[in-house]
C-alpha cells in the first residue's frame, strides 16, 4: 500500500481546519465591550413612574452669542408649548422649571435637583446665532439613568419657532410613537383687511382673504392678495404646498365665484376650472393630491363634481335636481365623499363613493347639519356642524357604531371643523367672544384654545 506523501496530509489538515472553522459562530471582538454597544429601544423610551406619563422639564436653551439670549427664551417656550399640547407627556412648569440653576453645559445639568422635582427627562439644548443663520441643539436626558437618549443640531436661517417645533415633532415619534402637529399649519378665511369688494352687488361686503398660520396661530400672513373680491373655503393639498380656494375675482367678464390654487411657495397661481359654470364653490383636495371634490351649479343646480387636479376629467357625482349638494369632504383612503344634501328637506350629512356617486347613505338626523369633515385613519368619524338653537354646535358621528357625541356647548355658534392630521385635535370657528375666531380643541372637546384674535375669522383648514 503507498503511503501518502507530506503534501497530502498537510492538504488534509488545512482541509478539516478549514471545515472546523466553518462549523463555529463568529467570536466577538475583544474591542467591543458591553457599554459600547447602542441601547435598545427600550432604554431610549423614558417612562413615567407607575401608571402616569412622563414628566418633562423644559428649560431655556443656552444662548453660545451675546444676541442669542431672547431666542433661548422664545425656543424653550414655543418647544413647552409644543410637547404640552399633545398631552402624551407632563410638562414641568415653568416656574418651577426656574428654580433649579441654570446648566452652561450639559455636563452640568444637576439632575440630582431634577429628580428631588419628580422630573423623568430634562431637555438640555443650546442656541448660536451668527448673521442670520441659527444652530441649535438639544438633547434628552432621562433624569434617572443620566442617559442621553436624543441628540440632534439643526442649522440654517429658519424662523426660530420653527426649529422648537420640529424638535417636539421628533420627540413626539421617538418617545411617544406619535406625529405630532407642531410644524403643521393652519388656513382660514379672513376680514382683518377691512377693504370693501368692488363689482356689482358687492359693493357693501367686506373683502375675505385666506391667510394660513402656524397651529398655534404664530406667523399669519396673507396668501391671497385680491383685496377686490371674495376669497374663501380654503382647502390645502397632502403635500402643504398648495392651497385650493373659491374665489369671486372676475373671470372671462363675469363676476362668478370660480376655483383657484394658490402655490404658497412659488408664488403661482392656477385656475383648474377657467370659469366653466355660473359658479364653482368649496374644492377640496382627495387625499393623495390628485383630484379635486367641488360643488357647481354648471348643470343647472349645485352637485358635487369630481375632477383632476388640472381640471380635466370632470366627472358628476350627484344627481338632484330638486336639491342642493355642498361641502364635500374625503374619506381618508380616497373612496368616499361626505357631503351636505337637503334632498329630505332639512340639510343633512350623507356619504357616497368618489368613483361613481353609488352607495348614497345618510348619516345624521339633525336639524340642520352641514360642513362635514372626515377623520384621519384610524379614526373612523366625520365632524360637522349642527344647529342646537339660535346656533351651531359641532359634534362627532362614528361612522362605526352611529354614536353622535357633541363637543361643544351653546358658547356661541360654532362651526366648521377641521381634523388635524393626526386626528387628535379639531379647529372651528366660533363666535363665543363675539366676532367669529378659529379655535381648536381636543377631539374629546378638551383644552380649548384661541388662534386669532384679529378681524373676522372663519373656515379653517388643517395642512398636514
Known amino acids: 500500500m503507498t503511503k501518502p506523501s507530506i503534501l497530502a496530509i498537510a492538504a488534509a489538515l488545512v482541509a478539516g481546519v478549514t471545515a472546523f472553522a466553518r462549523q463555529q459562530p463568529p467570536a466577538t471582538p475583544p474591542s467591543a465591550p458591553a457599554q459600547q454597544q447602542q441601547p435598545s429601544d427600550v432604554e431610549l423610551v423614558i417612562s413615567g413612574e407607575g401608571s402616569r406619563p412622563p414628566e418633562y422639564a423644559v428649560p431655556d436653551f443656552v444662548a453660545l452669542s451675546p444676541d442669542a439670549n431672547d431666542l433661548g427664551k422664545l425656543l424653550g417656550q414655543v418647544l413647552w408649548d409644543d410637547l404640552r399640547f399633545e398631552r402624551e407627556v407632563d410638562v414641568m412648569p415653568r416656574d418651577i422649571v426656574a428654580t433649579v440653576p441654570v446648566a452652561r453645559t450639559a455636563e452640568q445639568v444637576n439632575f440630582g435637583a ?70 403643521t399649519k393652519l388656513a382660514f378665511v379672513s376680514t382683518r383687511a377691512r377693504t370693501r369688494v368692488r363689482g356689482t352687488g358687492q359693493q357693501n361686503r367686506e373683502s375675505k382673504e385666506v391667510w394660513i398660520a402656524d397651529y398655534d396661530g404664530a406667523n399669519q400672513r396673507q396668501i391671497t392678495l385680491n383685496s377686490a373680491w371674495l376669497n374663501v373655503a380654503p382647502s390645502w393639498s397632502p403635500d402643504a404646498r398648495s392651497i385650493a380656494y373659491t374665489s369671486y375675482q372676475k373671470v372671462a367678464g363675469g363676476g362668478a365665484p370660480d376655483i383657484f390654487i394658490s402655490l404658497i411657495y412659488q408664488g403661482q397661481r392656477e385656475n383648474p376650472t377657467k370659469g366653466r359654470a355660473d359658479s364653482n364653490f368649496q374644492p377640496v383636495f382627495s387625499p393623495d393630491g390628485s383630484r379635486i371634490a367641488f360643488m357647481s351649479n354648471r348643470d343647472g343646480n349645485n352637485e358635487i363634481y369630481v375632477m383632476n387636479k388640472d381640471g380635466s376629467g370632470v366627472r358628476r357625482l350627484t344627481f338632484t335636481p330638486n336639491a342642493s349638494e355642498s361641502t364635500p369632504t374625503w374619506s381618508p383612503t380616497g373612496g368616499q365623499i361626505a357631503f351636505t344634501s337637503d334632498r329630505t328637506g332639512t340639510p343633512q350629512i350623507y356619504i357616497m363613493s368618489s368613483l361613481d356617486g353609488s352607495g348614497v347613505t345618510k348619516v345624521t338626523s339633525e336639524s340642520y347639519a352641514d360642513r362635514a369633515t372626515w377623520s384621519p385613519a384610524p379614526f373612523n368619524e366625520i365632524a360637522y ?77 388643517w395642512s398636514n
Do not use: C
Open 114 to 183: 431634577w429628580r428631588e422635582l419628580n422630573a423623568d427627562a430634562v431637555v438640555f439644548g443650546t442656541v448660536q446665532k451668527s448673521g442670520d443663520t441659527l444652530t441649535v441643539q438639544v438633547r434628552l436626558f432621562n433624569a434617572r439613568t443620566r442617559q442621553a437618549v436624543f441628540s440632534r443640531e439643526y442649522s440654517g436661517k429658519s424662523d426660530p419657532r420653527s426649529f422648537a417645533h420640529r424638535i417636539a415633532d421628533e420627540i413626539h415619534l421617538q418617545q411617544r410613537n406619535l406625529h405630532g402637529v407642531a410644524h
Open 385 to 461: 356642524a349642527a344647529r342646537t338653537g339660535p346656533g351651531f354646535d359641532i359634534k362627532v358621528i362614528n361612522l362605526s357604531t352611529r354614536e353622535v357625541i357633541q363637543l361643544t356647548h351653546g358658547e356661541g355658534s360654532n362651526e366648521s371643523p377641521a381634523y388635524s392630521p393626526n386626528g387628535r385635535h379639531i379647529a372651528f370657528m366660533s363666535t363665543r367672544k363675539g366676532n367669529a375666531q378659529i379655535f381648536t380643541m381636543t377631539r374629546d372637546g378638551r383644552d380649548l384654545k384661541q388662534v386669532t384674535t384679529s378681524g373676522t375669522n372663519e373656515t379653517p383648514a
